[in-house]
């Protein structure tokens, strides 16, 4: 069952405001959602963005890789990437995955996307710490909390329809705004 989109005419104005200055000033943007663990709701969380996308009406390529850095890079995936959105977890081990991940991206060539990334962390219920200083956004909901109560293929989707908090740092990191 797939879950419906965010009705129209519900885009936060700041969100639309933001989308139309990306929209200006390039053709196209691309977002590689990068996940640091197979489990996590990845193609999900790149669907729900390319749809947010479509209803800004901003051209955005958007692919999905992980968790094999090498074999990401082979298969050319982040070659020309603007946006880079690693998927990960609450906690220690989440933290520790990341920066495993940036420490690669600097020893590779790609220390502007290993700088500048937005961090999503699945968020399990439990505390979310704030680590260092990349972007950070929480995802609204479990993603296995909401899988085993409402039996949906794609809960994560479905609860997350109302939230713009990530396409909104995508848009802020495309724009400058979200660069330390």
């Known amino acids: 069952m797939r879950a419906p989109k965010t009705p129209a005419g519900t885009v936060p104005a700041e969100v639309a405001a933001r989308a139309s200055q990306v929209a200006a000033g390039r053709d196209s ?3 590689l959602v990068f996940t640091l663990s197979t489990h996590l709701p990845f193609f999900e969380i790149a669907e729900h963005l390319a749809e947010q ?3 800004l009406d901003v051209r955005a390529e958007i692919s999905t890789a992980g968790p094999q850095r090498v074999q990401s890079v ?3 995936k982040f070659n ?3 946006v880079l959105v690693v998927i990960g977890e609450t906690g220690a081990d989440g933290e520790d995955q990341l920066m495993e991940l940036v420490q690669w991206l600097l020893a590779n060539g790609r220390q502007q996307l290993a700088e500048n990334l937005i961090f999503a962390v699945v968020d399990d219920g439990g505390p979310v710490g704030n680590p260092v200083s990349f972007n950070h956004v929480v995802l609204p909901r479990s ?3 909401r899988t085993q109560q409402s039996g949906l293929r794609l809960p994560w989707a479905a609860s997350a ?3 713009w908090e990530l396409v909104t740092a995508v848009l802020d ?3 400058g705004l979200g660069a330390e």
Do not use: I, K, N, T
């Open 29 to 31: 943007l691309s977002v």
């Open 53 to 55: 996308f479509g209803e």
């Open 74 to 76: 082979l298969d050319g």
């Open 80 to 82: 020309g990437v603007d």
């Open 143 to 145: 993603y296995f909390a």
């Open 161 to 163: 329809r109302e939230s």
């Open 173 to 175: 990191y495309s724009l």
